[in-house]
């Protein structure tokens, strides 16, 4: 079991891993076998109307439980004093009782834990409590002491799964009777001990903020292991390092000069705050989370059709994360924004709190089930989809098979499964106006003019219709050429004269129809989702997932293995929603869920070192890695929860410490490559690949195309006919015309796509053609880690793909704007543009010599070589320019361009 404070070093285990699982179980068992509480290691607490009483005691069985158990229980406990239940307890070892009731001071347990009393043995022995964990020992010595009083796990509320492990059905529930301890991530947030003394480099540490903190605890890992830490990375290397990491641009060349020569004492401090302050900040973390929501711009499936509105969701998440909204914030617009909101919003507030639902519109979907009767069956599979992605996203916990039945190796049950589709039972799709009620007001008032003026015209256009249709036809010989003068009262010609008058004014009427129309004003529309009024359906166990097998009916909650009981529901202050979905995500964010801080700390920690403390983003159970530094993920999660939720303040304590600003150089500590050869330690920093979007946006920034453009629709750069033609659901598009359904590739002009990669466009059955072979996510499910692969086609699109040779061809341009036409400035300027780095002496002479060598080429063959460059490239084009273009080529496929180091 890895226990608080411990800096183990464990691979990820896979089936293998399985038994030593249940031995740890079936040990802690036997050691919990006496302790009574209906909340077992503060894991399960009571039902509600118990849990007060029981607050402070299931804290306390947690504490010993992580802290003492190890050595304090069993058949032959050290000292004699055993804590696994309340008679031991009492009992006391070879010193005597261990407590004295009412009277903290007096307690040889409290004496012990606080290591000030000489006489007695500091505890634990080798690691020292948390000031909080100290107070909790001594609140509740204070208050006499007292363990629960019933042996139930849980008091039946009368429901199926109110009392979900009691119930005999469950065979997860009698598997984790008593065995909920040995899953570290059910743990509750402790503040965890920070070492005290020196760091690996001898100097001391301070604790005053968590960058010290982080620092502290890994450089203790480092210590235990007889490591040292690398050297600070060079300015150069931090500046670039950083950039990437907070924003996925490299910097200015500008800025890195200022930051080297800047030689104030804060100097990386007001880096990092510029940094998180760039807009480009959010549109870098925004593609992590559209990752773990599986975003896109399409539906999926055999059409997958455009979502015309769904982008308003990327825009909202980039918003928020600029704007720093804290995360539980942040988490409950989304699942429950239309529950916080008034229809029409009141504010824009509202209004964005209502665009955040389109989370619940992410999903995979059919657009065929209703024409093959299968409305029902999608619908179920749709609310699955939400909570399976609730929790890899949120909670890190791999839901989905509980769709189907109890999970094989975590304490999660089906029941609770569908307890928490509950929750999300009456949600409906809409496509719906989000103005606010002042802007409604505004269209309201700019339109009703407009649309009296329509009408009138409408009316007086019906009429001049009418008066054209009443016309007579012109008149026609008969078959014996005589002309029926009766027909054609009146004559012919003043009836063609007449409807040519006519037909003239009624296309008159449509210019100006056209025209007011126009300047109708149109309501922001948005893909969301609400709910309707009145009782909700009930939500039943399905029998192995299947709609048409419901078992038994549950009601909205939560994990048994927190809250075995009910949802605690309470009717919303806007709408008329049944507030179940508010009332989820303020548990998620509770402090009786240890995971939602763990897992969020965690994808940060693993955008920011390229590895989590838990290798395993979306698996938090035993099937998932283990952390590396438990101790350091818990500190950041309770700093985190308790300090406002604020991602940017994640950011900077994690950027400011020395742990992330070491240099990545292998040579650091020798005797590391032995120990820790995969760095888990944290030693050095780790290099990385860019992810797909950064390098197409580097790519851009580097050769002055990108633009300065923000949000709105996605854009839609070219792809090969061959490869659209392929596409199954844009065969059937261009088969229909233009008036088919929207699930065509929608070409816009090239220089239109040149702007970060997350404003284009994300289609499920056609990823961008650059961008996939980089391990782009499918959209599909959520994903918490990208693969990186090493892949032929990725080197095939560094070297041949348009972008990179317009790119290549625009960075020729800029090193002619900054160095002149002298051929001998050329190899500085672009590397500095490049790479954000001066050249080396060996690089200047290859790049000079490349220079020298592809300028005889395009003088000998000015047509061939000229089309190699840049799309159109014209023979004209000097034989310089074209070298130079080469050399940038080339600088733009060295494997520094696409690795942060």
Avoid at 329 to 338: I, K, M, N, S
Wanted: one cysteine or more; charged letters at 25%.
């Amino acid at each position: 079991m890895l226990e608080r404070g411990s800096f183990s070093v464990a691979e990820p285990s896979d089936g293998g891993g399985m038994e030593s699982g249940v031995k740890r179980r079936a040990r802690i068992c036997r050691l919990l076998a006496g302790m009574v509480g209906a909340a077992l290691c503060g894991i399960v607490p009571c039902s509600s109307s118990r849990a007060a009483d029981l607050t402070l005691t299931g804290r306390i069985e947690a504490l010993l439980a992580v802290r003492c158990l190890e050595c304090h229980a069993g058949e032959d406990p050290q000292g004699g004093l055993a804590l696994h239940d309340p008679i031991a307890f009492a009992r006391g070892g070879a010193s005597g009782p261990a407590l004295v009731p009412g009277n903290a001071d007096a307690s040889l347990l409290i004496r012990a834990v606080r290591r000030q009393d000489p006489a007695v043995a500091p505890m634990p022995p080798d690691d020292t409590l948390a000031a909080d964990e100290i107070s909790l020992l001594e609140e509740w010595v204070g208050s006499g002491a007292d363990w629960p009083t019933d042996a139930a796990p849980a008091e039946a509320d009368g429901s199926p799964v109110g009392a979900a492990w009691d119930d005999p059905r469950n065979p997860v529930a009698r598997r984790w009777r008593g065995e909920r301890l040995d899953l570290w991530s059910f743990q509750p947030l402790l503040r965890p001990a920070v070492p005290e003394g020196s760091r690996d480099d001898g100097e001391t540490v301070s604790h005053q903020n968590p960058s010290n903190v982080i620092d502290a605890l890994i450089s203790a890992g480092l210590v235990s292991h007889t490591l040292r830490g690398a050297p600070p990375a060079d300015r150069r290397t931090l500046i670039r390092r950083m950039a990437f990491d907070v924003t996925g641009l490299p910097p200015s060349p500008e800025a890195v000069e200022a930051f080297v020569a800047d030689n104030a004492p804060d100097a990386v401090e007001r880096l990092v705050d510029q940094l998180l302050a760039s807009p480009a900040y959010g549109e870098h973390l925004a593609v992590m989370w559209l990752d773990a929501v599986r975003y896109a711009d399409t539906n999926g499936f055999e059409r997958d059709e455009l979502r015309p509105q769904i982008w308003r969701y990327r825009d909202w998440c980039i918003a928020a994360f600029n704007a720093d909204l804290p995360y539980d914030r942040f988490l409950a617009e989304q699942l429950a924004g239309d529950e916080l909101a008034a229809d029409p919003p009141v504010d824009q507030g509202q209004a964005d709190a209502l665009v955040a639902t389109g989370y619940l519109r992410l999903g995979p979907f059919d657009s065929t089930a209703p024409i093959f009767q299968e409305a029902e069956r999608h619908r179920a599979e749709l609310l699955a989809e939400i909570v399976a992605t609730t929790g890899s996203a949120v909670l890190g916990l791999p839901m989905s098979c509980c769709n189907c039945h109890d999970h094989k190796s975590d304490p999660l049950l089906q029941a609770d499964f569908f307890r928490m589709q509950a929750c999300f039972q009456g949600t409906e799709a809409r496509d719906a106006a989000i103005d606010t009620q002042p802007v409604v007001a505004q269209i309201a008032a700019h339109n009703q003019p407009l649309e009296e003026e329509i009408a009138r015209i409408t009316q007086s256009r019906d009429s001049v219709v009418m008066r054209r249709d009443q016309l007579p036809p012109a008149a026609e010989p008969t078959a014996e050429g005589v002309v029926d003068q009766s027909a054609a009262e009146p004559s012919a010609a003043h009836s063609a004269l007449v409807r040519g008058e006519l037909d003239a004014e009624i296309a008159a009427f449509d210019t100006a129809l056209s025209s007011l129309k126009e300047k109708i004003r149109q309501p922001t529309m948005a893909q969301i989702v609400s709910e309707p009024a009145g009782a909700l359906p009930p939500t039943h166990i399905l029998a192995q997932g299947s709609h048409r097998e419901p078992r038994e009916e549950v009601q909205p909650g939560v994990f048994s293995a927190f809250d075995p009981g009910p949802l605690a529901i309470e009717t919303p202050s806007h709408g008329t929603t049944s507030g179940r979905r508010l009332a989820l995500a303020r548990w998620l964010t509770s402090e009786g869920n240890p995971l939602t801080s763990r897992v969020m700390v965690n994808r940060i920690w693993q955008r920011l070192f390229g590895r989590g403390i838990v290798a395993t983003p979306n698996d938090f159970g035993f099937r998932g890695a283990p952390p590396t530094h438990p101790a350091l993920l818990d500190a950041l999660a309770v700093e985190f929860r308790d300090r406002g939720w604020s991602l940017k303040d994640l950011h900077r304590w994690i950027l400011l410490s020395e742990t992330y600003q070491r240099a990545s150089v292998a040579d650091a500590d020798p005797e590391a490559l032995r120990v820790d050869p995969e760095n888990r330690l944290l030693g050095k920093q780790n290099p990385r690949r860019l992810e797909a979007e950064a390098i197409r946006d580097a790519l851009l920034a580097v050769s002055g195309l990108l633009r300065d453009e923000h949000g709105g629709p996605p854009r839609w750069p070219p792809v090969a006919d061959d490869i659209l033609h392929a596409n199954p659901a844009i065969i059937e598009f261009i088969k229909e015309g233009a008036d088919g359904r929207p699930q065509g590739w929608y070409t816009q002009p090239v220089e239109e796509t040149f702007v970060r990669s997350i404003y284009l466009v994300k289609k499920r059955s056609l990823p961008i053609p650059f961008l996939q072979p980089f391990d782009l996510p499918d959209g599909v499910s959520s994903c918490g880690r990208r693969d990186v692969t090493t892949v032929a086609p990725q080197s095939l699109n560094l070297l041949n793909d348009d972008l990179v040779i317009r790119a290549a061809a625009a960075l020729a341009d800029r090193v002619r704007a900054v160095a002149g036409n002298d051929p001998s400035a050329w190899p500085v300027a672009v590397v500095r543009l490049a790479l954000q780095r001066d050249p080396t002496a060996e690089e200047v002479a290859a790049s000079a010599d490349l220079l020298h060598r592809h300028t005889h080429l395009h003088m000998l063959w000015p047509s061939d070589c000229g089309e190699s460059l840049t799309a159109g490239a014209e023979s004209s084009i000097p034989p310089e320019q074209r070298a130079l273009a080469d050399l940038c080529r080339a600088i733009l496929n060295v494997n520094e361009f696409v690795f942060i180091d």
